[in-house]
T-cell receptor
Framework: AQTVTQSQPEMSVQEAETVTLSCTYD???????LFWYKQPPSRQMILVIR??????QNATENRFSVNFQKAAKSFSLKISDSQLGDAAMYFC??????????????FGKGTKLSVKP | KAGVTQTPRYLIKTRGQQVTLSCSPI?????VSWYQQTPGQGLQFLFE???????NKGNFPGRFSGRQFSNSRSEMNVSTLELGDSALYLC??????????????FGPGTRLLVL
């Protein structure tokens, strides 16, 4: 069975600084996607960034980037120039790719990120 | 384009009752997935519906069921409620045709409290 582990229940960062959130996963599949989702307090969960397992190049989305280490099954999220609006729960998620069909998202337990002004 | 909507937003029930939650996906999306979020277990997948058919199912007891209508709106039902069913229930919609790369768009959730 696939699992996703986030070892940091809480993290804190100073505004304008950089923070890295860790995620490891376990799977025997070779074709899958990894995601980071953000869930602000009392607001809807939104996708931050996604990474395809077959792509060696790390995904980036503005201030958000990932460090994808497929052999180590590691998928960390780096947030640069942190802003107060980045404060939220961050979930790492995995989804196997079964061709036309799609497996369900498997989530880690989340990391609560606080941003200090 | 309107986002994913869920009704009701909050619900209080007592043990033994049943409850029905509703989810309206983004227009054009044919896949609706349901997740249960609790502090202890985190986010757990319940089931996915695509074109009125259950395409995927998580590891939940038979008290949890769902359905999807021809307009892609989905409902989930929980019968014989237990205290442990207290949770935030999230639904997510996607096109459902492009595999695992598709973005799932989440609704605001329905917070269920079972007393």
């Amino acid at each position: 069975a696939q699992t996703v582990t986030q070892s940091q229940p809480e993290m804190s960062v100073q505004e304008a600084e950089t923070v890295t959130l860790s995620c490891t996963y376990d799977t025997s599949e070779s074709d899958y996607y990894l995601f980071w989702y953000k869930q602000p307090p009392s607001r809807q969960m939104i996708l931050v960034i996604r990474q395809e397992a077959y792509k060696q190049q790390n995904a980036t989305e503005n201030r958000f980037s990932v460090n994808f280490q497929k052999a180590a099954k590691s998928f960390s999220l780096k947030i640069s120039d942190s802003q107060l609006g980045d404060a939220a729960m961050y979930f790492c998620a995995y989804r196997a790719n079964y061709g036309g069909s799609q497996g369900n998202l498997i989530f880690g337990k989340g990391t609560k990120l606080s941003v200090k002004p | 384009k309107a986002g994913v909507t869920q009704t009701p937003r909050y619900l209080i029930k007592t043990r033994g009752q049943q409850v029905t939650l509703s989810c309206s996906p983004i227009s054009g999306h044919r896949s609706v997935s349901w997740y249960q979020q609790t502090p202890g277990q985190g986010l757990q997948f319940l089931f996915e519906y695509f074109s009125e058919t259950q395409r995927n199912k998580g590891n939940f007891p038979g008290r949890f069921s769902g359905r999807q209508f021809s307009n892609s709106r989905s409902e989930m039902n929980v019968s014989t409620l237990e205290l442990g069913d207290s949770a935030l229930y999230l639904c997510a919609s996607s096109l459902g045709v492009s595999g695992a790369q598709e973005t799932q768009y989440f609704g605001p959730g329905t917070r269920l409290l079972v007393l």
